[in-house]
Structure formats: C-alpha cells, structure tokens
C-alpha cells in the first residue's frame, strides 16, 4: 500500500511539473509576441547603414552603432517635443483623472433622475466613433470662438476643456474604473463619516480617494498613454501650435528630408528602416521608463479596480 502511494505522489509531482513546463511555455510564447516588435526595433536601431542592406545581418548588427538615434533625435527635435508631450499628456491626464474620479464616486454613491440614462450616454460617448463626435465638437468650438473674439482652434483650449468636460481620450472608460472600484468601497465608511459631521466633499476626499491610491495611479498612466499616443483629435483641435513627439514621428519621413537637404549627410545618406525604428524606439522610450517605475503600483491597481474581471 505504501509502495502504491508512493507511486502516486510520483506521478501527481511529474504531472503537476509537466502542467508547470506547459503553462511557462505558452507565457514564454505570449512575451514573445509581445516583445518581438521592441526587440526588432532595438535591433534595426544599432544597425549601420550597411548592415541594413547586407542580407546576412538579421538580428545582430555587424557594426552596432548609436549614430541612428543621434539623427533621429536631430529629426524630431527631441529635446523641445519630448517636453512638450510630456507636459501636455501630464495635464490632461491630471484633469482626466480628477473629473473621472469626480464623476465615478457621484454614479457610485448618489441617486438622481435619469442617472441611468447619464451612464447610457458616457458609454454611447465612447461606442460612437470619434470621426463622428469631431464633426459638432468643431462646430462647436468654431461657434464658441466666433462668440468670444479670440481663436480656440488651433491652440491647447479645446483638449483640454474637453479633459475638463468629461469628453477626453477614452473618459468613458476612466469613469467606469472609478465607478467600479466606488462600488467596492462599502456604504457604511460614508455613513460613519457623515455621522461625525463630514461633508460629502470630505467623504470623498478622506474616503474615496485615499482609499482609491492605486486607482488613482492607474487611471493617471491609462490617461497619459493614450493622450501621448493621439494624434487625431490633437491635429484636428490643436494642430500646429504645439510640437509633439507623436506628430512629429508622423511627419518623420519629410522632416527627414528637409534634414538631409540640409546638407546635414552625406550623399549616401538617404532615410530608411534603421532610422524610422530609432526615431519609434525614442517616441516610445518615456512610457517605457514611466511604466518601469510604476510597474507595481500599477499592477495593484489593475486588481484592486476589478479589470480583470474579478
């Protein structure tokens, strides 16, 4: 009998480190479609000119060298975009996050007429496609900058009112987040506070909020990202009054070359592969170093909000 128990407890430790073996294989092959893309563009940016026309050179260059981000540094102007996407993406997600929080812990916590009528139209805001809600929003900044004598469109007002609205980047979803993890908080903390005399800004504030740290961070990176990341609604709204790291690697390909006839290169200098991959890996670096000091804060958060699913 013993012999025979044995023999399974064998049995169910080789099949529970078979199951482990499996289970890190597809993770190992999930990364690496995750991974790939960065890694390949890590590549081609060390790539020389040559090794990018030498059909032998795949993944490791013959001639690793740092000259391809020089230029496309050059290109985008980094120094002077790269403050202006940070400064700007941090401010509308700042607004983002407090009126999403704001509207979240109000969904959450207070009945009012048409309340579920309100929820219908924050999700049809997100559902309906952007094209289509641009059209009037323009109309309206138009009308609005006729009224008032001084131009919107084409300055940082319109987006951010927007954020300041409830009406930024994917808000529908900022909200919800909020709304969800509002949820989770039980009622009776908001009694208990309202009993020793707190009003219902204190409640969210010394409740809600510090209760909702995680949450907060959250929502700020989802906003930050994304609003980095636009380029539809910013040149539509903002257009050229601000230079962005994302639009200029839009326009990298003609920035490129007015850079080269400049007589900034030589005459086998001609753009390719190596120095759009440099110039992505740049536009692409922040979120990456952002997200690598946050990571698990972030993660936290993700649980504690319920996007998984839990």
């Known amino acids: ?5 044995l023999t399974k ?3 169910a430790k080789k099949f529970h480190t078979f199951l482990k073996l499996c289970i890190y294989f597809v993770l190992i092959c999930i990364s690496y479609v995750y991974l790939e893309p960065i890694l390949r563009m890590i590549s081609m940016t060390l790539m020389s000119t040559k090794d990018v026309i030498d059909p032998s050179v795949d993944w490791l260059p013959k001639n690793p060298s740092l000259s391809n981000l020089k230029v496309a540094g050059t290109v985008l102007d980094l120094k002077k975009t790269l403050v202006n996407s940070i400064w700007f993406s941090a401010l509308l997600a700042c607004a983002q996050t407090i009126v999403s929080a704001l509207t979240g812990f109000a969904l959450s916590r207070y009945n009012f007429k048409f309340k579920k009528l309100w929820i219908i139209m924050i999700i049809l805001a997100f559902i309906i ?6 059209i009037p929003r323009l109309m309206l900044f138009i009308s609005a900058q006729n009224l008032l004598g001084f131009n919107l469109i084409g300055t940082p007002i319109p987006q951010i009112l927007m954020a300041l609205l409830g009406q930024g980047v994917n808000s529908t979803i900022l909200i919800l987040i909020f709304y969800n993890f509002f949820n989770l908080i039980p009622y009776s903390l908001d009694e208990a506070a309202m009993i020793d005399g707190a009003s219902p800004w204190q409640v969210f504030v010394q409740i809600g909020m510090k209760l909702s740290a995680s949450t907060v961070l959250v929502v700020f990176l989802f906003s930050f990202v994304w609003n980095w990341n636009e380029t ?5 709204l903002v257009r050229n009054s601000i230079e962005l790291l994302p639009a200029k690697l839009n326009m990298f390909d003609s920035a490129f070359k007015t850079y080269a006839a400049a007589g900034r290169g030589n005459a086998e200098f001609r753009i390719n592969e190596a120095y759009k991959m440099s110039a ?7 979120l990456l170093i952002l997200y690598g000091f946050v990571q698990k ?8 909000t319920g996007i998984t699913g839990e």
């Open 1 to 5: 009998m013993m012999k025979i128990k």
């Open 9 to 11: 407890i064998a049995r």
């Open 129 to 134: 496609p952007v094209p289509l809600l641009m």
């Open 232 to 236: 539809y609604i910013t040149g539509t």
């Open 280 to 286: 992505t890996l740049l536009s692409i670096t922040p």
């Open 297 to 304: 804060r972030f993660i936290q958060g993700i649980e504690n």
